[in-house]
Structures are given as structure tokens and as C-alpha cells.
């Protein structure tokens, strides 16, 4: 038999092979060592002043040392349909002297005499305006009436010439009629400082 001039390859095209020339490799992609993360957490806060729903403001300085004690409140008016979620708040003791301030929750209809601070704002800043707040924030100095309808729930002590933030992120919550009021009980010793009230908060329609 004549010998023929073909010589067999050196390596074989199975299928892979096959598929290999072709462009297509069939085994599984191992995944990339980095990906990507495509979601975006959007705190609460800002999702509520987005719909013009987040609110801060402050009292005005308030005297210490005035005969009396000061206090400065949160409050959720009685029929306003609306939940506050209280988000921060923040107590400035402008005195030499540390101040002692109580935390108390009660019924909004117990705070008398106070003035309702026109400080307060949406937190969605615009030209077409959000909503005015349900909420007010009201505060007084030198009084001898202490609102009786609730608890003190904390009590702190604010250094001298010091800001003192509080977060709540929203776990503080009052329904119509009720407040969270912070007080600055009588002092023996005269002071002649100030202090000041800052709170931010959101407001939901109340449902059931």
C-alpha cells in the first residue's frame, strides 16, 4: 500500500476544543472577586424631608437664675392628626455653671404660660414652600409652675459653656396631645447664663 503524505496532529479537537476556536468557552464563569453594590441605603430622615415631612427649630435663649425654674418643650397639639418622631435634640448651657435638665413626657394641655418659638423650619429648604409644622416648640423662663401631668424619665447634667446633642433617630414618639418637655430645675446659687432648646423631628398622618 502506497504511504500517503498526511500526518496526524499533534493534539486533538475533542468538543471543548471545538467550542474554544469558536469563541464560546463552556464551563462556568468564575464570579469576579469584586462586585459592585448597586443598593443605596437612604436614611428615614431624609426620605421624610424629601416629602416635606421634617421639621427643626429652637426657643430663644432663656435666662437661668430668674426666681423659678425653665424649661422648653416638643409639643404635639391635641387634633393635629399627625405622630412627631423625634429625631435629635439639643440643649446649649451658655453658663459658667454645669445646669441640671430633666426629661419629662406628659400631656401637652399641662404646659401653661409658655411661648411658642417662631424659630422652625422645614428641613426641605424651597421656593415653593413645604407645610407649616404641626408641631410647636414652646419654652419659658422664671416660672413657679412645674406641669404636673407626667414623668421625668431622665435626668442630665449639661457642662458649663457646652452644646450636648441627643440622637433618637425616631424611637421617641408623641401622639396628639402629648410633649416631651426638658427642664431646668430652680438653682439656690444666683446665674445669670443662658441656655437654649433645639429639636428636629418628622411628622406622619396618624392611621387607625
Given amino acids: 500500500m502506497p504511504s500517503t503524505s498526511y500526518t496526524p496532529p499533534s493534539y486533538y479537537y475533542g468538543m471543548p476544543d471545538m467550542y474554544m476556536q469558536m469563541g464560546y468557552f463552556p464551563f462556568p464563569t468564575p464570579p469576579a472577586a469584586d462586585t459592585l453594590n448597586r443598593h443605596i441605603v437612604t436614611p428615614y430622615a431624609m426620605a421624610m424631608a424629601s416629602q416635606c415631612r421634617y421639621y427643626l427649630g429652637q426657643t430663644d435663649k432663656m435666662p437661668l437664675g430668674a426666681g423659678g425654674c425653665s424649661y422648653a ?49 422645614p428641613g426641605y429648604v424651597q421656593l415653593s414652600a413645604c407645610p407649616s409644622a404641626h408641631g410647636k416648640i414652646l419654652f419659658a423662663s422664671g416660672s413657679a409652675d412645674i406641669p404636673r401631668q407626667g414623668v421625668t424619665v431622665s435626668t442630665r447634667i449639661l457642662p458649663a459653656m457646652t452644646t450636648v446633642p441627643s440622637e433618637k433617630g425616631g424611637h421617641w414618639i408623641l401622639d396628639p396631645g402629648t410633649a416631651v418637655m426638658v427642664l431646668l430645675p430652680a438653682r439656690g446659687e444666683s446665674d445669670s447664663g443662658e441656655w437654649l432648646f433645639a429639636a428636629g423631628w418628622w411628622e406622619q398622618p396618624v392611621f387607625g
Avoid: R
Avoid at 100 to 117: C, D, L, M, R, Y
Fill in 73 to 121: 418643650a416638643l409639643a404635639n397639639p391635641a387634633g393635629s392628626g399627625v405622630q412627631l418622631y423625634i429625631n435629635e435634640f439639643v440643649l446649649t448651657n451658655f453658663s459658667a455653671q454645669p445646669q441640671e435638665a430633666q426629661i419629662w413626657f406628659g400631656a401637652t394641655k399641662s404646659i401653661v404660660g409658655a411661648k411658642t418659638s417662631n424659630q422652625v423650619s
